[in-house]
């Protein structure tokens, strides 16, 4: 071996010549006797920067023949490249270039890393579904009990990815292009692929889609669905937001109080900035109907204190009819999505209340917004579902990645 400075290229240059160690190893790999055959032309490595300067790894490897045997008496040749040891698993880099690539690309989109690096974003991103793809064929998945799943939206528009999680493990496990039923039939073949089943599942923390609970009940025969709070306080959430959009629209007065007040009622009281608080007192005073509608927001989201399910049941009983009484008033007319929000948690009264059957936290759902988000974040100016899955499965499925230098 001889190291180099090339003033030309501005790089260091590290030649490796064959040595015997290298068949040794090749026979051992093998189990049988490795002979060189003839060499490939020259073949260059990325490597890890020397003083801020790029180097590369350089060596005309050799062809190892050898006799494959099979379910022969009589064995056929075999030639290939020999793979040397600093390879990484993209036949561009050296494992340790690799090990540093990834961990930049765990922190920042995978295009800036490639500056830093002074590397193509393509050849980065070939480099991750490699290293993604090998990780996550040797996942396993025959203790996945409890499982979440939630909808991302890949891009503007109507173009979504269902995502699984293991939420006793707090991973992701699969995600699939679209959001009906059929994303849970190809999860429940991902389980066999990986030492899981189908049936081993207990619990499953969806949303209210007739979809997934279809995909639920068809493909997890043994799973309870647990409607997860964050979902259904985002369900009344939304219906808060359409009696503060049809109030405003009722009456200029009512729409010049509630303007820019969106993000106002979407927040918990005690999140309240001072300027916040004190407007919130001015809109209390006009006896708003979006005032009601979040009083009643907060009221449910109370209801999930409650120790037992009992308890719980009760108060759920009780918001209900008090919500439709309400609705009912003349004067409240605007409440109508709150009416509809009371009928969807009496309809779906005992997935809900399976939040205080079950022993596990659905809390990882509820993080998983913020996950999309850095997520694609990392993989954003890309179109490609496989690049956003693997960056997904990267940052969220604690594959067992290089993610350090060795």
């Given amino acids: 071996m001889r190291a180099s400075y090339d003033d030309v290229k501005g790089r260091f240059e590290i030649h490796v010549a064959e040595t015997p160690k290298l068949w040794e190893q090749e026979s051992t790999r093998l189990n049988c006797e490795v002979r060189c055959y003839d060499h490939v032309p020259l073949m260059e490595w990325r490597h890890l920067n020397v003083f801020n300067k790029e180097s590369v790894i350089i060596c005309e490897l050799p062809r190892g023949r050898y006799l494959d045997f099979g379910d022969s008496l009589h064995g056929t040749p075999k030639v290939y490249r020999v793979t040397p040891p600093w390879e990484g698993r993209s036949k561009h880099f050296t494992q340790d270039f690799e090990a540093f690539a990834l961990t930049l690309m765990r922190e920042m989109p995978v295009k800036r890393a490639g500056e830093i690096l002074g590397e193509t974003d393509q050849r980065l991103w070939r480099m991750l579904r490699a290293h993604v793809e090998a990780a996550y064929r040797k996942l396993e998945m025959d203790d996945v009990v409890w499982v979440g799943a939630d909808e991302m939206n890949r891009r503007k528009g109507h173009n979504y990815l269902t995502v699984f999680a293991d939420l006793k493990n707090k991973r ?9 039923a059929s994303t849970w039939e190809a999860f429940a073949d991902e389980l066999l692929k990986h030492n899981g089943h189908p049936k081993a599942v207990l619990q499953a923390a969806i949303d209210m889609s007739p979809a997934y609970i279809k995909g639920v009940r068809e493909n997890l025969g043994n799973a309870q669905i647990v ?16 009696v503060r959009r049809a109030e405003s629209q ?46 009643m927001r907060l009221v449910l989201q109370g209801i999930y204190d409650c ?11 009780k918001w209900c009819q008090w919500v439709r009484e309400k609705c009912a008033q003349k004067k409240h007319a605007l409440l109508e999505p709150m009416a509809k929000a009371a ?3 009496e309809n779906h009264l ?6 205080w059957k079950q022993g596990l936290t659905t809390a990882f759902m509820e993080g998983l917004n913020s996950l999309f988000s850095a997520t694609k974040r990392k993989a954003r100016g890309y179109k490609s579902t496989r690049n956003l899955i693997a960056m997904l499965y990267f940052v969220a499925g604690k594959l067992r990645i290089p993610s350090s230098i060795h």
Avoid: C
Wanted: zero cysteines; charged letters at 25%.
């Fill in 343 to 345: 009928n969807m948690i």
């Fill in 172 to 180: 992701v496990i699969f995600a699939a292009e679209g959001k009906d």
């Fill in 350 to 355: 005992d997935g809900i209340l399976a939040h």
């Fill in 250 to 295: 009722s009456a200029p007065s009512a729409g010049a109080a509630l303007a820019k007040t969106r993000w106002l009622w979407r927040k918990n009281p005690e999140n309240w900035t001072e300027k916040e608080a004190l407007r919130t007192i001015d809109l209390e005073k006009q006896h708003l109907q979006t005032a009601l509608a979040y009083q």
């Fill in 227 to 242: 409607f997860d709070k964050f979902h259904v306080l985002g369900d009344v959430n939304q219906a808060v937001d359409k």
């Fill in 307 to 317: 120790p037992t399910e009992g308890q719980a049941r009760r108060q759920f009983k």
